[in-house]
Antibody, heavy 119, light 107 residues
Framework: EVQLVESGGGLVKPGGSLRLSCAAS????????MNWVRQAPGKGLEWVSS????????YYADSVKGRFTISRDNAKNSLYLQMNSLRAEDTAVYYC????????????WGQGTLVTVSS | DIQMTQSPSTLSASVGDRVTITCRAS??????LAWYQQKPGKAPKLLIY???SLESGVPSRFSGSGSGTEFTLTISSLQPDDFATYYC?????????FGGGTKVEIK
């Protein structure tokens, strides 16, 4: 059974940093591109970042470019999102999601981890 | 960036109704479109990919159609479990973008 479990969320002050992790199991992690998608409270879904299976290709939304860094450790079956210079508008539930049959289409999602940026 | 526009934003319907949600892309995305269902407090669930392919395990009352810039998600006979918010998403190019969502409510 495919499982994605996010961790690392919490309360952080504006300008602070946080590192999210996503532990994957039930599939060959090193064969799949992975993604982060976020959802602000009461709002819609926003794609944040994607990373290819070997980390060769990385993409970011303009809203996080230069502040967030996606990475992965295939030996540990883990996906990461390093978030720096956090702003109030980064407050959201952050989901990790696996690429499905087509690149950029997400077939499995984690349960999400809440990041709150507030003083 | 490709903008995705869903309509309506809210839809009131009864069990057994046929429901149609529309998604428009600001430029052609061929058939690179997915539909997701999300219930409160839960992660989204993939329903349809490549505009019309049903994800494994998804009931056949869900169907998708369209190509280019106009797409639809149809629920042939609405069931109690289907009351949720639905999102379209394009994966033709980065940045990946979602529609604003359609909330299907009980009439």
């Amino acid at each position: 059974e495919v499982q994605l479990v996010e961790s690392g969320g919490g309360l952080v002050k504006p300008g602070g940093s946080l590192r999210l992790s996503c532990a994957a199991s039930g599939f060959t992690f090193s064969s799949y591109s992975m993604n982060w998608v976020r959802q602000a409270p009461g709002k819609g879904l926003e794609w944040v970042s994607s990373i290819s299976s070997s980390s060769s290709y990385i993409y970011y939304a303009d809203s996080v470019k230069g502040r967030f860094t996606i990475s992965r450790d295939n030996a540990k079956n883990s996906l990461y999102l390093q978030m720096n210079s956090l702003r109030a508008e980064d407050t959201a539930v952050y989901y990790c999601a696996r690429d499905g049959a087509q690149p950029g289409c997400f077939d499995y999602w984690g349960q999400g981890t809440l990041v709150t940026v507030s003083s | 960036d490709i903008q995705m526009t869903q309509s309506p934003s809210t839809l009131s319907a009864s069990v057994g109704d046929r429901v149609t949600i529309t998604c428009r892309a600001s430029q052609s995305i061929s058939s690179w479109l997915a539909w997701y269902q999300q219930k409160p407090g839960k992660a989204p669930k993939l329903l349809i990919y490549d505009a019309s392919s049903l994800e494994s395990g998804v009931p056949s009352r869900f169907s998708g159609s369209g190509s280019g810039t106009e797409f639809t998600l149809t629920i042939s006979s609405l069931q109690p479990d289907d009351f949720a918010t639905y999102y379209c998403q394009q994966y033709n190019s980065y940045p990946l973008t979602f529609g604003g969502g359609t909330k299907v409510e009980i009439k």
